[in-house]
């Protein structure tokens, strides 16, 4: 039976985030991080069904806001090191007690999972959904799956040929799909997400 905790962190943007913490049960060393996108919440499709595989998988859960987010304004580029010291506080509040930690990211939230794992002395493994440029950096120096989609705007196979392949670390494309893993055709975005799905399951139960 999960429980759900909200915990309260106040944030640079003077507003406290409330971050959704569901346990499992009270030994679980088991724990999935989701951070979003810029504009694109845990609550969108390809990181809503992220955190219920990892539930269904027998893992914690904790879905990360941006104190932007729950400032319900923009961000600022400038501010992002603002976004990863609240982020690593939400993170650094329950981590310990897990033996096996997961980081699901979505683009920006790539570089923030990347720097809040640097903070953190544990391994970690990483599922980078439709990372960003500068976030090959952090994929090439964490054991992690990379996600993009062919027709993303932001992340090319340029960009990908940069990423060292090996055992630990994969690169998988999606035909079609674009930065938010869907495509102009409703089912087709459908048959992406149970694409998705059957990644999140294999990654997550290895």
């Given at each position: 039976?999960?429980?759900?905790?909200?915990l309260?962190?106040p944030?640079?943007?003077?507003?406290?985030?409330?971050?959704?913490?569901?346990?499992?049960?009270?030994?679980?060393?088991?724990?999935?991080?989701?951070?979003?996108?810029?504009?694109?919440?845990?609550?969108?499709?390809?990181?809503?069904f992220?955190?219920?595989?990892?539930?269904?998988?027998?893992?914690d859960?904790?879905?990360?806001?941006?104190?932007?987010?729950?400032?319900?304004?923009?961000?600022?580029?400038?501010?992002?090191?603002?976004?990863?010291?609240?982020?690593?506080?939400?993170?650094?509040?329950?981590?310990?007690?897990?033996?096996?930690?997961?980081?699901?990211?979505?683009?920006?939230?790539?570089?923030?999972?990347?720097?809040?794992?640097?903070?953190?002395?544990?391994?970690?493994?990483?599922?980078?959904?439709?990372?960003?440029?500068?976030?090959?950096?952090?994929?090439?120096?964490?054991n992690g799956?990379?996600?993009?989609g062919?027709k993303?705007e932001?992340f090319?196979?340029?960009?990908?040929?940069?990423?060292?392949?090996?055992?630990?670390?994969?690169?998988?494309?999606?035909?079609?799909?674009?930065?938010?893993?869907?495509t102009?055709?409703v089912?087709?975005s459908?048959?992406?997400?149970?694409?998705?799905?059957?990644?999140?399951?294999?990654?997550?139960?290895?």
């Amino acid at each position: 039976m999960k429980k759900l905790e909200i915990l309260t962190v106040p944030s640079f943007w003077k507003t406290e985030m409330k971050q959704k913490y569901y346990q499992l049960h009270e030994e679980n060393s088991k724990l999935v991080v989701l951070f979003p996108g810029k504009n694109y919440s845990c609550e969108k499709p390809s990181l809503h069904f992220a955190g219920t595989s990892a539930i269904q998988s027998g893992f914690d859960l904790l879905v990360l806001e941006y104190g932007y987010q729950a400032a319900r304004t923009n961000l600022d580029i400038n501010d992002l090191p603002r976004v990863i010291e609240d982020s690593h506080e939400s993170v650094r509040r329950i981590i310990n007690k897990y033996n096996e930690v997961i980081f699901i990211s979505k683009s920006i939230g790539t570089i923030v999972a990347g720097e809040v794992h640097g903070k953190l002395d544990i391994p970690i493994r990483h599922l980078f959904l439709t990372p960003i440029k500068d976030t090959v950096h952090y994929i090439n120096k964490y054991n992690g799956l990379v996600v993009y989609g062919t027709k993303d705007e932001v992340f090319n196979t340029e960009l990908a040929n940069q990423i060292n392949i090996d055992k630990v670390r994969r690169v998988i494309e999606i035909p079609n799909a674009n930065h938010s893993l869907e495509t102009n055709n409703v089912e087709e975005s459908i048959e992406i997400l149970g694409k998705l799905v059957r990644i999140y399951m294999d990654f997550l139960n290895k």
